[in-house]
């Protein structure tokens, strides 16, 4: 009776869970889809199919039937050789493609500058930062790696460095020509190193949407 419901239609869909959740597999017995399954993806939502490693479809928001020939669907009633355990199972992978926010992020360390006005500074910058997933397949590829369930704290830890390297050398090309403090204070400043990031990052399907920058400065002493 057990195998028997396991061949009932499935129902295939990722109602959201708890908040801050970026990707997320869908899990059944044997993780086996069944032909005739309805997927239902979301308007915030793309599912992912991956069988032997490979991402062999992507869907979006609406509902669907699964077949064999539109999705790597098996049966474990056709699997009778192999213990009722298909030999070629397909995965269902959601990403979601929602904005997440308030991600928080800072120097570890001063970073010396040199002001025009100023002379060498110290600056220590925090602030948060915004991202969303623009290309769920690079982003399945590059930073879901098999991991049935990705965090948007996962994912903030791989926006940091490049983040902090573009504001780092932005920040220093920028402050050649005025203070520091005035570079600081530009709007366009934290566009352009927005813009700079989700470059550095697009192999991984990330985009980041906006950063907020705040920081403090501290002259150097002469022998510094």
């Known amino acids: 009776m057990g195998l028997i419901r396991s061949e009932l239609i499935d129902i295939v ?33 793309v599912a992912l199919f991956v069988r032997g490693g490979q991402i ?31 030999p070629e199972k397909a995965e269902v992978y959601f990403v979601s493609t929602r904005r997440f926010s308030d991600l928080k992020w800072g120097t570890r360390r001063p970073v010396q500058l040199r002001d025009p ?3 060498p500074v110290l600056l220590a910058a925090h602030g948060s930062f915004s991202f969303r997933v623009a290309d769920p397949t690079a982003f399945l590829n590059q930073l879901v ?26 920040i220093a090309v920028w402050s050649g020509r005025r203070a520091v403090l005035d570079v600081l204070n530009d709007a366009a400043l934290a566009d352009e190193v927005a813009a700079a990031v989700s470059r550095d990052l697009a192999e991984t399907g990330l985009e980041i949407c906006d950063i907020d920058i705040g920081g403090l400065t501290t002259p150097l002493p002469p022998w510094g």
């Open 56 to 86: 062999v479809r992507e869907c979006h928001a609406g509902t669907q039937t699964l077949r064999t020939g539109n999705a790597p669907v098996t049966s474990r009633l056709r699997g009778f050789r192999y213990g009722f355990r298909s």
């Open 13 to 45: 869909e990722w109602k959201g869970g708890r908040p801050g959740v970026v990707a997320w597999r869908y899990d059944r017995p044997f993780d086996e889809l069944k032909n005739g399954s309805k997927l239902i993806v979301r308007e915030w939502q």
């Open 145 to 170: 790696a098999g991991q049935p369930l990705v965090e948007a704290g996962q994912v903030a830890e791989a926006v940091r460095g490049p983040l902090l390297r573009r504001l780092t050398s932005t």
């Open 117 to 119: 006005e100023n002379g």
